[in-house]
């Protein structure tokens, strides 16, 4: 046995924990931003005004920095595979190669190329793979949550809990979005899917739901993100799901909290959401905002301020789901960084990663079982317990199930086997339901050639 060494200095470990600053860059290094006064700045309607929607928007903005072959190269995908149209505030761009000063014409190309938040916001074309760009089984709602509207737009999965999509927009589109069926305008490839029902009738028809259906007590209040929808709707919804006695959890689903956290910061909002906070308290009701961040880069002092304004509205707490990304998050320095950043320098608390769900054109993002596994893994220990937070994969007609869950797995053609324990709510015939294993699927290129051979001659991979 190793003598206790009273005094000695702490082990080495493969993680060094450091608290670091927040840092929120200097938007005037950008040509196009270089007038633009901080008043301006923190204004939630001058970020939505200038939001970047095309590659001239971007270019009006970067200038030279960023070369011609960047440019094309972003041009290629938007006509070609991009599943989302582009939306950036520019909060969320003036994240992206924060570290670096710009020196000159095209300086900020190789940067922007190895930016994280650039990779998952503003794919290009050369990101994508070009042996397997979507998995055989990908899938427009790979989670088939349309299957599972109870009314339009309120999804009824879980026992407890439902996800009530309330619109169909974001301050912000991701390149990665699961709900790339709904969300967003179309695009070249992806005629979205639009909702039937007028608005009011369909919140009013979600409301109906869950006063006559007394099983569920949780809402996750989405879209879409929460932050489009205009403030007394959005109260209005939130005031009467508090009135339903059995609703005892609300979460708002907000990655405009990190996005634009201008919208939060907004008087009538925080007023609003004071109103909200009290009465759920007086009615012993948790309401918390699970927000969407992916990079530590992205947790800014004005991310910070505007979670804060929500927590001293009373919120119960702001939480974070994000999703692990190959390039972007996927390794164990990154999610600790990200954790502690905003846990230590928001009070988000770090909450879930979600494996990349198998939606087309993903493949270079996803991640195999066993590497986010391994991941889930070298997170333990760092963090308090309560914030370590889990990598979940969502498994189609399952849910949420922690990757140490897998009950059976195929390494070689990366097919893992998962089990559940309830019903969805299309499964009330279904006598196997909860004996059936369900199938989730690794990226092809991840798997041994075997493998790949055994997908070669089993599906097409167009
Ligand atoms: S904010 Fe959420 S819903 Fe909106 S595009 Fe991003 S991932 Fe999709």
């Known amino acids: 046995m190793t003598e206790t060494v009273v005094g000695a200095p702490p082990a080495p470990q493969p993680y060094s924990y450091r608290r670091s600053a927040l840092h929120e860059p200097d938007w005037r290094r950008f040509p196009g931003w270089a007038q633009v006064s901080g008043e301006e700045w923190r204004s939630a309607q001058w970020q939505r005004a200038h939001c970047v929607k095309n590659v001239g928007q971007l270019q009006a903005v970067l200038g030279d920095l960023v070369g011609a072959a960047f440019y094309e190269d972003l041009a290629a995908d938007v006509g070609g595979q991009a599943t989302m149209s582009m939306l950036l505030p520019p909060q969320m761009l003036n994240t992206m190669t924060s570290g670096t000063e710009p020196s000159g014409a095209g300086s900020l190309t190789e940067p922007m190329y190895a930016d994280p938040v650039r990779r998952y916001m503003l ?25 599972m509207w109870a009314v339009e737009g309120l999804t009824h999965r879980y026992p407890t809990k439902v996800l009530a999509e309330l619109l169909s927009t974001c301050p912000q589109y991701c390149g990665h979005c699961t709900r790339m069926d709904l969300v967003g305008n179309s695009t070249p490839t992806v005629d979205k899917l639009r909702f039937v029902g007028k608005p009011d009738t369909r919140l009013a028809d979600m409301l109906d739901y869950l006063r006559r259906t007394p ?18 709707r959005l109260e209005a919804f939130v005031a009467a799901l508090l009135d339903i006695d059995n ?7 907000s990655k405009a909290l990190m996005g634009l956290p201008q919208h ?31 990079a530590a880069q992205s947790v800014t002092p004005l991310v910070a301020e505007a979670t804060r304004a929500m927590l001293d509205a009373g919120v119960r707490d702001v939480r974070n789901q994000g999703v692990l990304m190959r390039g972007v998050n996927a390794t164990v320095p990154q999610l600790l960084d990200l954790s502690f950043t905003l846990l230590d320098g928001a009070g988000i608390m770090p909450y879930y990663f979600y494996m990349c769900d198998m939606i087309p054109a993903s ?60 019903r969805t709510g299309i499964e009330h015939e279904d006598p196997e339901a909860l ?6 699927y690794d990226p092809v290129h991840t798997l041994p050639e075997s493998g790949r051979q055994w997908w070669r001659t089993h599906a097409d991979p167009t």
């Open 123 to 147: 794919p290009v074309a050369s990101d994508r793979r070009t042996d397997w760009t979507s998995h055989p089984y990908a899938s427009r709602d790979s989670l088939h949550e349309q299957e």
């Open 215 to 232: 099983g569920v007590r949780d809402v996750v209040v989405s879209g879409g993100d929460v932050a489009n929808l205009p403030w007394p």
């Open 247 to 253: 609703v005892r959890d609300i979460r708002l689903a």
């Open 264 to 294: 939060w910061l907004q008087d009538d909002v925080r007023a609003g959401m004071g109103r909200l906070a009290s009465t759920a308290r007086a009615r012993g009701v948790g309401l918390a905002i699970h927000t969407h961040v992916n």
């Open 363 to 422: 493949e270079h993002w996803r991640l195999a079982v066993w590497e986010a596994q391994e991941l889930q893994h070298g997170l333990m220990g760092y963090l308090p317990g309560f914030a370590t937070p889990r990598i979940v994969c969502d498994v189609p007609y399952v849910g949420k199930r922690w990757v140490h869950q897998v009950h059976d797995y195929d390494r070689e053609r990366g097919i893992t086997y998962w089990t559940k324990n309830y």
């Open 435 to 440: 004996t059936r294993q369900y199938e989730y």
